[in-house]
């Protein structure tokens, strides 16, 4: 069992930036690849940024690329997403996800365990 607790979320202008936080607790975390998805209101949830178990790999978004960073530090048990030159259509709330099976890095579907999400709320 994995306990994941994302911050750092809020309200910012266009073109700022905000730096999210999934802390996790239980189980190793570092056996465990990692995922920012994100919700807006009438939408599905949808793939931001994904991370492997050491970290050496990362994979984004085309909407978020160039501009969100994803990074973990194990020794912390965290796991992070630097999130520049937002925009509006960014709104949403974010989760964090870990998974330690196979499937999709970008699919709901893979992930086992999910945060409580954070609001990110960008106006124009």
């Known amino acids: 069992q994995v306990q994941l607790v994302e911050s750092g979320g809020g309200l910012v202008q266009a073109g700022g930036s905000l730096r999210l936080s999934c802390a996790a607790s239980?189980?190793?975390?570092?056996?465990?690849?990692m995922a920012w998805f994100r919700q807006a209101p009438g939408k599905e949830r949808e793939f931001v940024a994904a991370i492997s178990w050491r970290g050496d790999s990362t994979y984004d978004a085309d909407s978020v690329k160039g501009r969100f960073t994803i990074s973990r530090d194990n020794a912390k048990n965290t796991m992070y997403l630097q999130m520049n030159s937002l925009k509006p259509e960014d709104t949403a709330v974010y989760y964090c996800?870990?998974?330690?099976?196979?499937?999709?890095?970008?699919?709901?579907?893979?992930?086992?365990?999910w945060g409580q999400g954070t609001q990110v709320t960008v106006t124009s």
């Open positions: 239980g189980r190793t975390f570092s056996r465990y690849a």
């Open positions: 996800a870990a998974r330690n099976g196979g499937g999709y890095y970008y699919s709901v579907e893979s992930y086992d365990y």
